[in-house]
């Protein structure tokens, strides 16, 4: 790697370079202001009882006094979620098996960065909402799905919450190697566009590009003409994340392991899947209604029985 970068060096410096320009422009501002309040929110709100998220925290297999991780899992953005999750057992609010299993679907896109990333790339304004629906309905299939949850009898509150100075080093910290991660990334597909994916037709390189780094592949899909098929891509991209996304979470979810979240992205990939092509071919509305009795069946029987033995784990 040291040669290529000294006999290659203008690849390396236009690739970094564009990795720059995206954290600038759209990676910073999207996801910083959302992991200062995750910190702050997780801080005030995790240890509290919210009996109105209760029904879907229930679902979801989250120990009651948890329920107000669901508040960065779905508006937090990679890897809030994860960071909410990482304080939360650190401070002694969730155990270790609780935690490794909100992982696989409490880590989530945003709304800031899929609006601000997909809003450009459709012309109709619906189509951003639908991604964000079809993001949240496979994220809660996914947990009902997955074995475990609610294994801690009590949540305990932390004894005391960081003030707003140490919060944001610590959004600082998180957001640096989220920085890092898209640019390391971002000099990789330079790279790999140079030598490999040109060859590739531009459906598939696009798709090498989102499972890599998300921000740069939801950036290429801008070069797909087909609308559906850029609405496929674009909610299986959001739900995967991709490796850079998985490389910060595990950095972000600081002693616990990610025994659980490849298998929940993997299942939420393939959910998003489904779902967004039922939704172009104009069965959105007959896949939620089904999706919906999905999830009410399989939380009934996985609060009787072993839900691994209904699927075969």
């Keep these: 790697a040291m040669l290529i970068l000294i006999l290659d060096g203008k690849t390396e410096f236009l690739g970094a370079k564009e990795g720059i320009t ?5 990676v910073i501002p999207s996801l910083f ?12 709100l995790t240890g509290l009882s ?20 669901l508040i960065s899992a779905f508006l937090g953005g990679y890897p809030a979620g994860a960071q909410s999750i990482s304080l939360a057992y650190r401070a002694g609010q969730l155990c270790k098996e609780d935690a ?22 459709f012309e109709a304004g619906w189509i951003p909402w639908a991604l964000w629906g079809i993001h949240i ?3 809660i299939i996914t947990a009902v799905l997955l074995p475990g949850g609610t294994h801690c009898t009590a949540v305990s509150r932390a004894k ?19 920085c890092g991660g898209v640019i390391i990334f971002r000099v990789l597909i330079r790279f790999l566009r140079r030598w490999i994916l040109w060859r590739l037709p531009p459906v598939l390189e696009v798709a090498v590009m ?14 797909i003409p087909n609308s559906d098929v850029r609405f496929i891509l674009c909610s299986a991209f959001l739900a995967l994340g991709g490796v850079c996304v998985a490389m910060q979470t595990a950095s972000a979810a600081n002693g616990l392991t990610l025994r659980w979240y490849y298998p929940g992205k993997l299942l939420q990939t ?44």
């Design 22 to 26: 995206l954290c600038l422009s759209v």
């Design 33 to 44: 202001p959302f992991f200062l309040i995750s910190i702050i929110l997780t801080d005030s």
């Design 50 to 69: 919210f009996p109105f998220l209760r029904p879907v925290s229930k679902i979801l297999g989250i120990p009651a006094g948890a329920e107000g991780i």
């Design 100 to 121: 490794e299993h909100m992982l696989a679907f409490c880590n989530n896109a945003g709304p800031s960065f899929l609006f601000g990333m997909t809003a450009s790339l």
């Design 137 to 139: 309905l496979s994220a």
């Design 160 to 178: 005391s919450a960081r003030t707003l100075t140490q919060a944001m080093g610590s959004a600082i910290q998180i957001m640096s190697g989220v």
């Design 210 to 223: 989102g499972i890599l780094e998300l921000s740069n592949g939801c950036c290429a899909l801008i070069n």
């Design 270 to 313: 393939f959910f998003s899947l489904i779902l967004s092509t039922a939704t172009v071919y104009g069965y959105g509305t007959i896949s939620f209604i089904v999706a919906v009795i999905l999830i009410i069946m399989l939380s009934k029987q996985k609060n009787r029985c072993s839900i691994p033995a209904l699927i075969g784990v």
